[in-house]
Each structure stands twice: as structure tokens, then as C-alpha cells.
């Protein structure tokens, strides 16, 4: 995407805040069409389930429109709204750790099997792979930087974390990709 059509897209998300904000039902949904996707992909990439992620989104949104009053800065609105997501998964994946103890106390846990979509290319096969292999802290935070092309501080307010967290997130993502792709780690 240029960078000419992504400061496009940045000023009507911001005209889109500012009209919800004041209380128009159409700038929400507009808001919902044009951000929904990619606060989908984020939940997704965070809590590794698609499906959790749908349920987890909808209950952020029901949050981010409640909070668009208390936004100051409508520019802030992607960042926000993810850090919302983070925190959401983050209560979605505490939920089921306690739901998993309380199930291995009770007997053996089944799960399912997961089957990613087949791809063309041999190359985005073996990034995507290798994504799946980085920590979900690291693979939100290499998602965020790069596919959602946020700067450091953005990633940070979406993640909930410092600056530094974010460096050092994406400092070890890359050692690790590299790593991996170069078929220097097994799995």
C-alpha cells in the first residue's frame, strides 16, 4: 500500500472517530468495515483461534465505541483500538488456562486439530511457518510493525507494552526468523 493511500486512509478513520464520537450510527459502522478486519487479524494472530478471536473482537468493539468519547487523539484510533483486542485476548487466554486446569483435573483434554489454508507460494509458506513457531508476544508484535505498518510507539500502545519491549520483541522475532528460514533450528 502507498504511503500516500495509507495517509488517506489514517485522515477518514480520523474523520470516521470524529463523527462517531458525536454520535453517528453510519461512522460506526463505517469505523467497524474499515478497522474490523485487521482487529480480526490481530485477535487471531494473539490467541492463535479464529474463531475465539470473531467473539473476542465483537466484545472489544461493543468497548472501543463506548470509549471513542474518551479518545483525545482520533489519529490514536488503530493503535487504541488494538491495545483494547490485546487486552481482550488476554483476558479471552486467561479464561481458558483456567478452563484447561480445571479440565486436566477432571480428565484428558481433547483438541482439534488445526489445518492452515495452502498457499502458492513456497516462500510466504515458509514465512508463515515460520511465524507460527515465534511466541504470540512476538509474532502480534512482527504483525503489527510490519503487515499493519505501525511504528514502534503504535505497536507499543497496541500491545499494551513499553517501547522497549517492542525492540526487543521484534530484535529477537528477527533472530529467530532468520534462524529459522536459513534451516539453522529444527521445527
Known sequence: MTENRQQKIRTLEALLVLDAKAGDRQAIEWLVTLRG?????????LSGDREAAQDVVQE???QIIRGLPSLANEAAFLPWALCIVSRRVAAFIKARQKDRKISISLGPETQEA????PEKALDVEKVRAA???LPSAQH???ALFYLEDLGVADVAKAMDVPAGTVKTRLMKARSTLRKLLEGEQDG
Open 131 to 133: 511465524l507460527h513457531h
Open 60 to 62: 472489544a468493539w461493543i
Open 37 to 45: 478486519d485487521r482487529l480480526l487479524a490481530h485477535a487471531a494472530r
Open 114 to 117: 488445526v489445518h492452515p489454508s
Open 140 to 142: 502480534a508484535t512482527i
